[in-house]
């Protein structure tokens, strides 16, 4: 046991935080999985507390891609073809146009443009159906996958926007999850050409992907209870409270 820990354990990190970042990974999975949104920022969150800053959206990145893409599998006739189509080829355009401006943007002003456009598609009046069609899908990936580089936590505007096409909870859930596993998968490629050491983050990597499977399978299980309408109205309530969060942070930091 003692050899696993030190083998899970990169510099500076003590055996507390591995096991409560193994932990957090399937209770913020398990989140996900019952709500539709929710559990990779306050993973986000609790990992800029605990890993080093020049670690926290790789690392989170490649836990997440692993977490998506095991809830995507779980649901997998549930996804949406027509979208996922779409939003591939948008994810590519950003992921490039971001690794060509690696640098610094102004935070606060992305978060509350994220928060702005969160709050606009969960609670205003239903956009377009051209924009929710292929070149909107399109465009919406190519947007939030060259912020998510910078930022890292674009997935509440993402879930909002892929809300706007589903009309079901499955869907909105599957869906929702292929299109991030598609759009974390490009961060490992970016921040490992940008110079960023994968292979001492790889333990407590794989560790946070199996707990996060296993949260997964609980919070699906939690899903499928609930009905089409109670779903709507709880995912709505929690991506406005998060993009209360971005809001808050966006508004202390300029003041």
Known sequence: MQVLIEALLPADLSAVAVIVLVIAAAVTSAVTAAVGIGGGVLLLGLMAVVLPPTAIIPVHGVVQLGSNAGRAMMTLRHINLVTIGWFAPGVIL??????????????????????????????????????????????????????????????????????????????????????????????????????????????????????????????????????????????NLVLTLLAARLAWQALADLL
Request: proline share 5%; with cysteine.
């Open 94 to 235: 950003g992921a490039w146009l971001g690794s060509l401006f690696l640098v610094d943007l102004p935070l606060p002003l992305i978060q509350l443009c994220i928060a702005g456009f969160i709050l606009l598609l969960c609670w205003g009046p239903a956009i377009p159906r051209v924009a929710t069609g292929a070149a909107g899908t399109l465009i919406a990936a190519t947007l939030t996958s060259f912020v998510s580089l910078f930022v890292g936590a674009t997935g509440p505007l993402v879930a909002a926007f892929i809300k706007q096409q589903q009309e079901q909870r499955l869907p909105t859930v599957a869906t929702f999850a292929a299109a991030m596993a598609l759009q974390h998968a490009p961060k490992a490629v970016v921040y490992g050409a940008a110079g960023f050491v994968f292979s001492e983050w790889l333990g407590l990597i794989a560790a946070m992907i199996a707990s996060g499977a296993l949260g997964t399978w609980v919070g699906l299980h939690l899903l499928k209870r609930r009905s089409d309408q109670r779903f709507a109205l709880v995912f």
